[in-house]
């Protein structure tokens, strides 16, 4: 069945430092793909998506690529700052518009 | 343009009791969701509505969930009676067309069962 495996958590980085949450996902033809944060008492929100493969998404200085071979969708950020600090989530919708997610990571970005 | 709104945010009640919660998308958003988000977990589809039909109700618990989306616009999801299982934090989402389009969250009501 379709699902979303995310790099656990939590992580915790040193302002500026470099960003990399892994993100691969298990499902059938060709979803689109999603990262969605959560800043601390705050709700879900979009953060970029891809809608075919090999697309970039990108927003806020993080970015993500739709690689179809590896089926994977990983996170970067090239220097991080104490307000990127929220929970991210990873995730897919089929053309069907069905959702999975992935379990979300904690980031921790101290001064 | 307002956002995805949801009443209550917090309900605290015992099990084996009944509760409902309410949501109203964003206007002209055919498609809308409901999730449950358990702590430490990623939010889990439980009804997904295309205006007032249900596209997917796999994953809802319908011996003791239901729910409606009158005139395709609001929605209401009723748990009874509530188990301690269902303690979690209910998401609802809408978009314009479903499809593969990107999603918007209302703030979630946190449910705690006693």
């Known amino acids: 069945g379709n699902s979303v495996t995310q790099m656990e958590g939590p992580v915790t980085l040193s302002e500026e430092a470099f960003l990399t949450i892994n993100c691969t996902y298990t499902?059938?033809?060709?979803?689109?793909l999603f990262w969605y944060v959560q800043y601390p008492g705050e709700g879900l929100q979009l953060l970029l998506k891809?809608?075919?493969?090999?697309d970039k998404g990108s927003n806020k200085g993080f970015e993500a690529t739709y690689r179809k071979e590896t089926t994977s969708f990983h996170l970067e950020k090239g220097s991080v700052q104490v307000s990127d600090s929220a929970v991210y989530f990873c995730?897919?919708?089929?053309?069907?518009?069905?959702?999975?997610f992935g379990d979300g990571t904690t980031l921790t970005v101290k001064p | 343009e307002a956002g995805v709104a949801q009443s209550p945010r917090y309900k605290i009640i015992e099990k084996r009791q009944s509760v409902a919660f309410w949501c109203n998308p964003i206007?002209?958003?055919?498609?809308l969701y409901w999730y449950q988000q358990i702590l430490g977990q990623g939010p889990k589809l439980l009804i997904q509505?295309?205006?007032?039909?249900?596209?997917?109700d796999s994953q809802l618990p319908k011996d003791r969930f239901s729910a409606e989306r009158l005139k395709g616009v609001d929605s209401t999801l009723k748990i009874q009676p509530a188990k301690l299982e269902d303690s979690a934090v209910y998401l609802c989402?809408?978009?314009?067309?479903?499809?593969?389009?990107?999603?918007?969250f209302g703030p979630g009501t946190r449910l705690t069962v006693t």
């Open positions: 891809a809608t075919k493969a090999d």
């Open positions: 989402a809408s978009s314009l067309d479903g499809g593969a389009g990107e999603q918007y």
């Open positions: 206007s002209g958003h055919a498609t």
């Open positions: 499902a059938t033809g060709y979803p689109s």
């Open positions: 509505f295309q205006n007032n039909g249900v596209v997917d």
């Open positions: 995730a897919f919708n089929t053309n069907a518009g069905k959702s999975t």
